[in-house]
């Protein structure tokens, strides 16, 4: 029988097992499965999933939940205090979603390191390694609070059943009253329910009586009195609401075939047992087995304020770029795109990033006079043209959005600032085909084909959320709505490609954490029955978790700093999986928040943000649409001042933020790539010379996912991450022509090329007109000029960063 009992002052045990298989069971405490070796099968509430090794999953307590392990199966149980958690935490309702299996995150490595540690400890017989042991239980709770709790708060859909929710409230009133004798009429009638049904349910839940329930969560809380106390039998059966003590007897000699008594009386000779089953030698050599497979690593370096970069230079090691950062720019409705000023900000991001790419949406808006019903003879492309004329005109290509994308700006995850749903609403599947088809020929008739075969179409899924009265509401979406996506995007795609071959159509804008590993092979799956595939795959990747928890949906801001790369590692595994075509993948819109009022999209801490997780991504993705180009879209009647936490690379007056900058070292760098870690690049040519990006991200701490985003401020902000250290880089580049160097750099910090923080010296609401092209002038990078003699063919150089810096750097020989 699996161990369920903890000391009244222990945050957690472990302990390991070989067993293959389990009944249907539920506990009053959290576990945590770990598998150290072999293959195990897990059904909670209904939903299986499969745990490799190193795979982890953390049972919420009272869920129902049975596993089948593979003959070789070695595992590690935690169980883990309800009521500790609940007193640390300060919350009655506490759940972890915590499954290594559906999603990737770089908290589970870090979990995995604790766990690996307190194994470590554990097969230590010094009693002296305790209190390490018992801080490595509160690190690990810390991890796990950190990244994967979900509150009330978090709730973002509901089954109408509302079953669990009702389970888990019956739960609450037993143990509440466990104490006391409880009937089910009681019950019954604090949930204004008839005995019978209540009766009928739990036994349908939980596969017992009301009766049997109740003395499960009894027999739970009386073990802790019987193993760790010197009380009475009697005392224990009364203080734990046991009628008398033979009815404690009874209950605990069908759990246990033996009475309290006994078992107490055993009680040492039991752990002794215990401690030598898992003491023996089989158990501990397959422990000591694995951690010699599973080091543990001195995190040191890791964490040291100087990071050692070295490696010989090697032709036969040297990748190219295949990803581009900055060629597309999300710039915003087509109406919009007839504006002075947002199309001076466009050619001033094409001219200092190199845009190639224009993505906009909303051609459907009326004041475009594009009626979609109208004969063919009839529709007015004119409004659409002097957008698309406006940009040939620059050399850029249109990215259209041939979907209903609703005009939707944030304030949190919770608020819209603006939601203004966009429907097509054709009157029939042959209507919307004409449009398209008079679409695509009015375009090459202006434009030529193969002009046009250059832009890209995209063609939106209608999304799973909605801002109803400016309010978050989330819909899970059926097959149905799937199957219907899918149909229309042949029709449109079939269309297009008829009369341009050649055109690059795509879709479907697919936020990948709402789905998942298997959700998201499952829909690729579901498109291969289909005829018409995308030339290339749409996705959006936003720092936002949606899980679901038995009937129940919760979405919280991720604490992953790699959710980009995670999420495209999550669309390669899919479209492998499901033998889904090789398609470039355009990661359409990403940014560190959604939140247009988040004062985090101004600070420095974004540029670097930035230049890691695009460090960490390349190849990952063919092109990269950072959310948005500039502040002037989400500009409204609250946004008064010169900055307002808009998501744009630049201000509404113009000025480069950070993120821009951070995209225009990118932009920079050679094609070859020579070398590349966590906190820089290291690009090359022929001639000789390098041009490295690097940054010292500061990651933001447990607060700021707790806050409502609109609510930070500029006076907190500091307040919000985990550390505020510098960090140093020795380069040390073998293989270098020997000779001087010239190394120039340019450096965005607080200090300097930082628009917010000297917006915020001002202390000025409003500013003048010479006030703006002050900052203008002054929020630009500092640049620095240094000399290095290469000697031995060694270029050996330091690189010192302030926190949340980002630094460009160009070497050439003097």
Known sequence: MEKDYLSSDLLMDVEFTTQGETKTHYHENFELLYVLNGELSIIVEGEEYQLKQKDLIIINYNRKHRYIGSDDLFLARFV??????????SNDMILFWCNSTLEKNESYDEMRKIIDQILNQQIMTNHKNQIYKMSLYYQLLHVISKNFLLTSENVRYQSEKKSDSRMEEIFQFIRANYQKSITLQELADHFF?????????????????????????????SMTDLLYTDASIMKIAMDNGFASVAAYNKVFKEAYDMTPSLFRKNSVTAEKKERDTQDSDQL????????????????????????????????????????????????????????????????????????????????YDPNLYLDIHAPKEALNFSKLDTVIDFLVKNQLKPYIELGS??????????????????????????????????????????????????????????????????????????????RKYFATFDKIAGTLRKILPDIK????????????????????????????????????????????????????????????????EVVKESMEHSDFPDTPIHVSEYSLTLSNRNPVNDHCSKGSYLIQN?????????????????????????????????????????VAKPAFYALEFLNSLYEDVYYKEKHCIITGNTRGSFRIACHNYRKLNFNYYLMDES????????????????????????????GSYVIKSRVVNRSHGSVQDEWSRFDLKELSMNEQDYLHRISTPRLLNTKVKVENSRLQFSIHLKPHEIRYLHVTAE
């Open 80 to 89: 883990i205090s309800y009521s500790k958690v609940k007193e640390l935490l």
């Open 711 to 738: 609510k930070i401020q500029l006076d907190n902000l500091q307040n919000l991450f985990e550390d505020n250290e510098s960090l140093t880089l020795n380069i040390d580049i073998n293989g270098v022509e020997n």
């Open 405 to 482: 994308k609703p005009i939707r700006l944030l304030k949190n995850t919770q608020d819209a600032l603006v939601e203004i749903p966009r429907n097509e609403n054709f009157d029939s599947a042959e209507e919307m085909q004409r449009f398209f088809r008079e679409l695509i020929r009015h375009f090459i008739k202006r434009y030529g084909s193969e002009e046009v075969q250059q832009w890209y179409f995209e063609y939106w899924k209608k999304e799973d959320i909605a801002f109803l009265d400016l309010r978050y509401n989330y819909s899970p979406q059926t097959e149905d709505v799937h």
């Open 193 to 221: 329910l008839s005995t019978a049904y209540l009766s009928k349910y739990i036994k349908k839940k939980c596969n017992v009586s009301f009766t049997d329930l109740v003395n499960s969560v009894r027999l739970t809380h």
């Open 614 to 654: 695009m460090i960490s991504t390349i190849g990952g993705a063919e092109l990269f649409g950072h959310w948005l180009g500039t502040d002037i879209y989400a500009d409204l009647q609250d946004s008064q001042g010169f900055l307002f936490g808009g998501c744009g690379l630049l201000t509404k007056t113009g």
């Open 284 to 363: 501990r050599e397959r422990l000591n087995s694995y951690l010699n497979e599973n080091k543990i690593t001195d995190d040191q370096d890791e964490e040291s304020h100087d990071r050692n970069i070295s490696f010989m230079l090697d032709k036969q090691n040297i990748y190219k770029q295949t990803s581009y950062y900055s060629k597309l720019i999300n710039a915003g409705t087509a109406i919009d795109l007839t504006k002075s000023d947002f199309q001076e900000q466009i050619i001033y991001l094409k001219n200092k990033l190199g845009a190639e790419y224009i993505r906009f949406w909303d051609i």
């Open 505 to 568: 159509i795509g879709g479907g804008g697919f936020p990948v954490q709402h789905y998942g590993n298997k959700g998201f092979s499952d829909l690729l799956s579901l498109w291969q029955e289909y005829d018409e595939k995308p030339n290339f795959l749409t996705i959006t990747c936003y720092p936002y978790q949606l899980e679901k928890e038995s009937d129940n949906y919760y979405e919280k801001k991720s604490t992953d700093v790699f959710f980009i790369k995670h999420n495209l």
